[in-house]
């Protein structure tokens, strides 16, 4: 069984451009959780999807931080226009409903 | 809300040695309690997992048990490799509409030299 997969590995982009970020969860899996890790901090929750609804995005840091899962199935984190401070580690996560998570590789982002 | 204390890091160690890392939590209710683990260049992996107060987790040589009465996981192995070297999370999750919510500790890197 394929795990939960990234997409890019490493961004680096200049201070005002636009991300985009992909994650695609286990299959069956309709719980889809994004995280971040801020250089030498904990990794903090930003939102969470069940199928395609937001649950949760108590964590979103701004208005620059749009995520969609059209469809229920894969999930895009887009940030417009970047800061430096969103330079970290973007995990994504996936669980069936009330299971423990399975977390992809990350995506590296560094902003210039 | 929840949170989770962690040893400061970086530890750095010998080979062949004894390894704890310290893990105190707050929380409300009866939370799950994890230790994840990510090696260089790659993504965090599941280490081990207690569900209830006493429970031992406990996967290639490592170890926590889920002390309530401390709130404490602290993560141990009586004797490192190399290839432990890793950054090591400690974490809580709770139950919130029926779905679980993950605290993270800042993590702890661990250095593991022959």
Redesign the interface.
Known sequence: EAG?T?FPSHSVIEKGQTVTLRCDPISGHD?L?W?R?VM??????LL?F?KESK??ESGMPNNRFLAERTGGTYSTLKVQPAELEDSGVY?C?S?P??????????TRLTVL | GNS?TQMEGPVTLSEEAFLTINCTYTATGYPSL?W?VQYPG?????LL?ATKADDKGSNKGFEATYRKETTSFHLEKGSVQVSDSAVY?C?L?S?????????????TKLQVIP
Do not use: C, M, W
């Open positions: 939960v990234q719980n959780y995280y890790r030498g901090k904990e990794i903090k929750f969470h069940v649950q949760d995990f996560a669980s409903r009330g299971f423990t998570q399975y977390f992809g590789p990350g | 989770v994890f994840y790659e993504g965090l992996q599941l997992k999370f974490a999750s139950a919130s509409g029926g779905y679980q919510k993950v605290t993270f500790g800042t993590g």
